[in-house]
């Protein structure tokens, strides 16, 4: 019988997931990668992933080396654990990794790299896209349509005669 896959790789997928996770606030966006395997029997990967409230789940991934989070049916602010092993031609699985912990998180600013979710002004958009990042402005309005948000720009183009109304900070 062939032996189970190196465990000096399993560090280095651990490591992966390790950074990857370090780096995101999961959004369904997200994605995994690891590095590849470079024994010549691989066959692909396994996750396995669940929370305290669901029972665990598992499903083969092939021979591939990142996943769309999203296609996991993720819950909004829900804790998971998740990790990945590596099976070989044979059927021989390797060990568990230590899992990793994980929160699916709603995005605040899907269209920019936002790492950390910063929301300084607490109004739920972003800092990275929020048009008036120190001011609370939930809509976002720019009436005159310049980038900065009608409740922190001098001259909003609004609010006057034959304009519209301005937005109020919250």
Do not use: R
């Not at 690891?34 to 396994?46: I, R």
């Not at 031609?89 to 709603?106: C, K």
């Not at 929020?130 to 980038?147: E, F, I, L, M, T």
Request: charged share 20%.
């Amino acid at each position: 019988m062939k032996p189970l896959l190196s465990k000096s790789y399993f560090s280095s997928i651990l490591v992966s997931l390790l950074i990857s996770f370090a780096v995101l606030s999961i959004s369904h966006g997200a994605t995994l990668t690891w590095d590849a395997n470079s024994e010549e029997d691989l066959a692909g990967y396994k996750i396995y992933y669940g929370s305290p409230s669901i029972d665990y789940v598992s499903f083969d991934l092939g021979n591939v080396t990142e996943l769309e989070l999203g296609t996991l049916s993720l819950y909004e602010n829900e804790a998971y654990w998740i990790t990945l092993t590596a099976y070989d031609t044979y059927g021989n699985e390797s060990e568990f990794p230590p899992l990793v912990y994980l929160t699916a998180a709603n995005d605040n600013c899907p269209d920019h790299y936002n790492p950390d979710q910063e929301d300084t002004d607490e109004d739920g958009t972003g800092d990275v896209c929020d048009n008036c990042p120190n001011n609370c402005n939930y809509d976002q309005w720019d009436a005159d349509v310049d980038g900065v948000g009608d409740v922190c720009d001098p001259d909003p183009g609004c609010g006057g005669c034959m304009l519209p109304p301005c937005e109020t900070e919250c």
